[in-house]
């Protein structure tokens, strides 16, 4: 069943996290079995023509759907988070977002050099999260084959940024 049919799920939280921003809040389809299911499987056939061997996933949503999609295809999974979180050594980028600026950290050893990497975050808005997770991704030898996301905010053109990869997104508002 395509999570299109879990739209209903995608509540729209107005002014959060500031005033003006309408923010897409996907936690009732995480709560939704089928729902979370449609998402997961979804991911899967959206990306199934990228060349891909970890998912990197964006804090904190994108944790969820990087583990699911890396176990479901039997690949491996890394993590972007936000800074003072990564234990071991790390490599740290600052980037501006749709309300403000923000930074995340990877581990060096993340990804080993030349490795093929699918970006993977719940939401695509203005592609600066997304954007500096690539580049994180580059920065420490990793290859960037594909972006994937639940949902993307399109009136945001967050795409655009992101033209070095195949970019698939189940819902598209």
């Known amino acids: 069943m395509p999570v299109q049919q879990f739209t209903h799920l995608v509540r729209n939280v107005p002014d959060f996290p500031k005033p003006g921003i309408q923010f897409k809040d996907i936690t009732p389809l ?3 079995g089928p729902g979370l299911r ?5 991911m899967v056939a959206a990306t199934a023509d990228i060349d891909w061997q970890v998912a990197v996933g964006i804090e904190s949503r994108g944790f969820l759907f990087a583990s699911a999609l890396a176990y479901a295809t039997g690949r491996g999974v890394s993590l972007v988070r936000k800074p003072g979180k990564l234990p071991a050594e790390k490599v740290r980028l600052e980037y501006a977002l749709e309300y ?3 930074a995340i950290e990877i581990h060096a050893d993340a990804v080993t050099p030349g490795q093929r990497v699918l970006i993977v975050d719940d939401v695509l808005a203005t592609g600066g999260t997304a954007r500096a997770a690539a580049d994180l991704v580059k920065r ?5 084959t594909g972006y994937v ?3 993307e905010l399109g009136f945001l053109n967050g795409r655009s940024k992101l033209t070095d990869a195949a970019v698939r997104s189940l819902l598209v508002w």
């Open 149 to 151: 996301f639940l949902a």
């Open 140 to 144: 420490i030898g990793g290859s960037v």
């Open 100 to 102: 403000g600026s923000d």
């Open 30 to 32: 995480l709560q939704h």
């Open 38 to 42: 449609a998402a997961i499987d979804d």
